[in-house]
């Protein structure tokens, strides 16, 4: 607990750290915390896993008293990550207890306003929170502390408006603090506009670059799943993420992984949230050990234990490829990134292979059965998708 001491944090939030098996802080948290203690604006270049949650939580805990009105606003761009925040803020205030509200779509708003009645902090998404705004069933101007968390991926989702208007209902005076993956003509357009003099953090990916392979293969549109369900059936794995860029595919793919024996679950933003958090569970618990998802829904979400990353639909830039990849080779452990290319892809792999830094090699073709497509299917996925016939192993 002495690197954490000699950062700052009060020790209140260190038991709780030690209880919690805490053993040192991450790059972004030896870097950033001392500046957010000192009150300092912060933009940290920042990656999901980066331990960036301590980061303002440490300071929001420090500054925060019990029963003085909303404090700190944390604004998210999903569902799953203010779910994450408010657990982990939980979790290190316990030992200097404070109220903390979340506040997101897809659930009832009644309890959400009950509970910002007595709110200490809160943490929500953009729409969400401006609908309590509209009602008047929040207020702001109490807030000492602004955490835009992910602002990249809010932009992207295009909840720049919205951002602003929360951002304009908070005090002059305060502090905020922006975590990004990626800092964007957009996201420095944001820091420029709203926060004074900010400091500017980068922290290195936790992926290790010696440890993670990066392979593609090339394929027919009419192959691309039939490739997918070989791969899963002859990869020695332990977690595994599926990427789709769209809801449908990401049905589709689980959907038809399950016909094929294979144990998979989808998310995307198109399911409840008793949904999604089911979903996780079974993931988490290893019931399942395949997580079919768009780069929306898994915004946010960290998993410990991935080993293999399929990218069915290459993503459209090196950034949301590097935030794919880059929740597998972590803490030391083998990871693989496996890219399934078809022309459709040609495209979007084209944009991504401008970052220099990835290695990205191209596998030989394994001798495979093309999978038969169900006639329903053909109709509703006639490019690069096949439905299976029943295969259990």
């Known amino acids: 607990m002495e690197q954490f001491r000699k950062l700052g944090i009060i020790e209140p939030i260190l038991k709780s750290l030690e209880e919690e098996k805490f053993e040192k802080p991450t790059e972004v948290q030896e870097k950033t915390i001392p500046l957010v203690l000192a009150g300092k604006d912060v933009i940290a270049g920042s990656a999901t896993g980066s331990g960036k949650t301590l980061v303002f939580g440490a300071g929001i805990i420090q500054e925060s008293e019990r029963g003085r009105g909303i404090q700190a606003l944390i604004l998210t761009p999903t569902r799953e ?8 803020l939980n979790k290190f205030s316990k030992y200097k207890p404070l109220t903390i509200a979340v506040v997101y779509g897809g659930l009832s708003i009644n309890p959400q306003i009950e509970k910002l009645r007595t709110a200490d902090i809160v943490v929500g998404t953009p729409g969400r929170l401006l609908d309590h705004i509209e009602r008047r069933t929040i207020r702001l101007d109490m807030v000492k502390t602004l955490v835009l968390d ?11 408006d919205d951002v602003e208007k929360i951002i304009r209902q908070c005090p002059m005076k305060r502090q905020t603090l922006l975590f990004s993956a990626t800092i964007t003509h957009d996201v420095s357009r944001l820091a420029l506009r709203y926060m004074k003099n900010p400091v500017k953090i980068s922290a290195e990916s936790h992926v290790d670059p010696k440890k993670l392979t990066q392979v593609y293969y090339n394929v027919t549109d009419n192959m691309k799943f039939s490739l997918l369900v070989h791969l899963l059936k002859h990869e020695k794995t332990g977690l ?8 449908k595919y990401v049905d589709f793919v689980a959907r ?53 990353i399929y990218n069915y ?4 830039d090196s950034n949301h490829y590097i935030h794919r990849v880059g929740r597998t080779a972590r803490a030391g452990k083998e990871g693989k990134a496996i890219n399934i290319l078809s022309p459709r892809d040609y495209d979007n792999f084209r944009h991504v292979l401008e970052d220099e830094s990835l290695n990205i090699h191209k596998a030989e073709m394994p001798h495979i059965r093309r999978l038969s497509m169900r006639r329903d299917d053909r109709t509703d996925f006639r490019r690069g998708h096949e439905r299976s016939r029943t295969y259990r192993r």
């Open 313 to 316: 639909d290459i993503p459209g």
């Open 150 to 160: 992910e602002a990249d991926r809010m932009l992207d989702m295009g909840f720049i």
């Open 240 to 247: 595994v993420m599926v990427f789709c860029n769209t809801r």
């Open 81 to 88: 990550l203010a779910e994450q925040n408010a657990k982990a």
């Open 256 to 308: 038809g992984l399950n016909h094929e024996g294979i144990d998979a679950q989808a998310i995307h933003g198109g399911f409840s949230q008793e949904k999604r958090n089911w979903t996780m569970n079974q993931f988490h618990s290893r019931n399942v050990y395949v997580l079919v998802c768009t780069d929306v829904a898994a915004r946010g979400l960290d998993i410990k234990g991935v080993s293999h």
